[in-house]
């Protein structure tokens, strides 16, 4: 069983440029989570993918999008990155909304 | 506002000693998860408690959940230096969309 995968693992980005992260779910994951993690805090949620609709968005701004495509793999989008994007951003997925989530390596942005 | 907060937030320990990590939250959940993040990794699940009243153990480790007092607590026994982590604990509430709340995080260093 392959679990979960994030893709690139490292990526340095310039303010005001855009960025894509992405993530493979686990085998018999239909939903999707996406976190962001600042050096020295816990992760805080941005938001989850159900059967490719957004299904729950914490406090981050429009310029923070996703999808979800078909085989329940998903992107984050961030537009107009800002210093304070630098972070790592975690994606997780379970078997449907409020199962147990699975987290992925991460993916280690800093913005310039 | 809905808080996750755990104390103590740095905990030195020496290796044989027992020691509690607390998991205070603000809202209505049954559920509550304990992860483990080792410094660049990813978070790895220790712990799913879904019930007023569990209690589940792993080697060093017993966690248990108190969901009217709305604490938990994650108790190491007879610490080891491979314990030396960051600890959090997630809560699950009702009618948030489907977000994980991470508390502040625990960083736990064992002494030889």
């Known amino acids: 069983e392959t679990g979960v995968t994030q893709s690139p693992t490292h990526l340095i980005k310039t303010r005001g440029q855009q960025v894509t992260l992405r993530c493979s779910s686990q085998?018999?994951?239909?939903?999707v989570s996406w976190y962001q993690q600042a050096l020295g805090q816990g992760p805080q949620f941005i938001f989850q993918?159900?059967?490719?609709?957004?299904?729950g968005r914490g406090n981050f701004p429009p310029r923070f999008s996703g999808l979800q495509f078909p085989n329940y793999s998903s992107e984050l989008n961030v537009n107009a990155l800002e210093l304070d994007d630098s972070a790592l951003y975690l994606c997780?997925?379970?078997?449907?909304?409020?199962?147990?989530?699975?987290f992925g390596p991460g993916t280690r942005l800093t913005v310039t | 506002e809905l808080k996750v907060e755990q104390n103590p937030l740095f905990l030195s320990m020496q290796e044989g000693k027992n020691y509690t990590i607390y998991c205070n939250y603000s809202?209505?959940?049954?559920?509550l998860y304990w992860y483990r993040q080792d410094p660049g990794k990813s978070l790895e699940s220790l712990f799913v408690?879904?019930?007023?009243?569990a209690v589940k153990q792993e080697g060093r480790l017993m966690a248990s959940l108190d969901t009217k007092a709305r604490l938990s607590t994650l108790h190491i026994t007879a610490a080891v230096h491979d314990l030396s982590a960051t600890y959090f604990c997630?809560?699950?509430?009702?009618?948030?969309?489907?977000?994980?709340?991470f508390g502040t995080g625990t960083s736990l260093t064992v002494i030889p």
């Open positions: 408690l879904l019930s007023n009243g």
């Open positions: 809202t209505t959940s049954d559920r």
């Open positions: 993918y159900y059967r490719e609709e957004e299904n």
């Open positions: 997780a997925s379970s078997q449907s909304p409020n199962r147990e989530q699975y």
């Open positions: 997630a809560v699950d509430p009702a009618n948030t969309g489907n977000q994980f709340y």
């Open positions: 085998s018999g994951h239909n939903t």
